[in-house]
């Protein structure tokens, strides 16, 4: 049986509620939401045996998320991933954002979609259940151009899968990239880091950095590198290698087959548990990054380095400022649509 069920999670000092929603499905599945970010705050699901575990990061009270350094589930925007010196043109005009991740700009500025409030309803029907989230950007917030409108709708079904649909319309042009940031760790704290995970990812390219994590234009074979997970690797076997990966991996991947078709984009496997998760998306590109930064702190939810891995569905990083890349400007009387869905299951049972 499909459920949701929602329970008040504190006040923000602005004195905005937050609500925390909770999904189930019959094979004891459970995602936590809250609609401050429109934020995914856990994930359990079942290992080969059927023991339930959460494989998301996440905070236990509000203030966690409030602070939130690492974006652990948030919804990150208005442009994820980094934008060069934080500046770009559009119609003849430049825009300066926050260089928030010096000397770029990261996941949205100071205060991104991940820290902002959104409103909230739920979401029946026959075979899923789910929440739909909005948040209207005003125009000029964080610098960008165009009141923005985007909605987030995650839903559960019985088959374990996880759906993130995005939604948004704008009224003068704009730049968009919108993800979700989830730090997934399969063993569901069986295992402290994420090195023997085996990843694959459908991706025969990817995008060559700089040191700041900008790409620089070119579209690279994956062939004959550490970033080449055609076929299966356990991910710590090549972690040490990747250039410009601030100490693991930290890049974005062009997933093969065709934009705006829903395909399948990475698989991870946790050989201890035997859980699965398949991401599929409509989306250019997927970030890899294997939490290099995690700190074993407080702040970041006490995971340690490599504690958990992001797979972020995304536009390529940098694109309003790479002509080359598939655009990521959102016109009026245009309707930008994005779907990833999560798929977990287990081998090995
Ligand atoms: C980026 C990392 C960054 C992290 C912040 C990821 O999407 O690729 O470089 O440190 O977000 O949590």
Not at 28 to 55: E, F, H, M
Not at 98 to 115: E, I, Q, Y
Not at 172 to 181: E, F, G, I, S
């Amino acid at each position: 049986m499909l459920t949701i069920q929602s329970e008040p999670f504190g006040k923000t000092p602005d004195g905005d509620d937050v609500v925390s929603y909770s999904l189930t499905n019959r094979n004891g599945v459970r995602v936590g939401l809250i609609n401050l970010g429109a934020t995914v705050t856990a994930v359990n699901v079942p290992d080969k045996n059927g023991k339930v575990a959460n494989v998301t990061l996440g905070f236990n009270d509000l203030d966690g998320y409030l602070a939130n350094a690492p974006y652990f589930g948030g919804t990150c925007g208005r442009y994820s991933n980094r934008i060069a010196k934080g500046q770009f043109t559009l119609d003849g005009e430049t825009y300066q954002l926050a260089t928030n991740n010096d000397p770029s700009h990261l996941h949205g500025g100071k205060v991104g979609f991940n820290k902002r409030v959104w409103q909230h309803e739920k979401v029946e029907s026959a075979d899923h259940v789910g929440v739909k989230f909005t948040y209207v950007s005003p125009d000029g917030e964080e610098n960008y151009p165009g009141q923005l409108t985007v909605h987030v709708t995650y839903s559960l079904n019985d088959a374990n899968e996880l759906k993130i649909d995005y939604e948004a319309t704008t009224d003068k042009a704009t730049v968009l990239n919108l993800t979700n940031h989830c730090y997934w760790n399969l063993a569901g704290g069986e295992q402290a880091t994420i090195v023997d995970n085996e990843l694959t990812l459908m991706c025969d390219k990817y995008l060559p950095v700089d040191e700041a994590g900008i790409p620089i234009g070119e579209l690279a074979a994956v062939a004959g590198t550490p970033m080449d997970f055609i076929t299966p690797h356990k991910i710590g076997e090549r972690i040490t290698e990747p250039v410009n990966g601030n100490g693991g991996y930290d890049h974005c991947w062009v997933v093969n087959g065709k934009i705006g078709e829903l395909r399948p984009a990475a698989k991870v496997v946790e050989p201890q548990s035997g859980r699965v998760m398949e991401i599929l998306t409509t989306e250019p590109g997927i970030q890899f990054y294997t939490g290099n930064f995690l700190a074993g702190t407080p702040e970041t939810g006490n995971a340690v380095k490599h504690g958990a891995l992001c797979l972020e569905a995304q536009h390529f990083p940098d694109s309003p400022n790479q002509p080359e890349f598939p655009t990521t400007v959102l016109k009026p009387g245009e309707v930008y649509k994005q779907t990833t869905v999560h798929r977990f299951s287990v081998v090995g049972k």
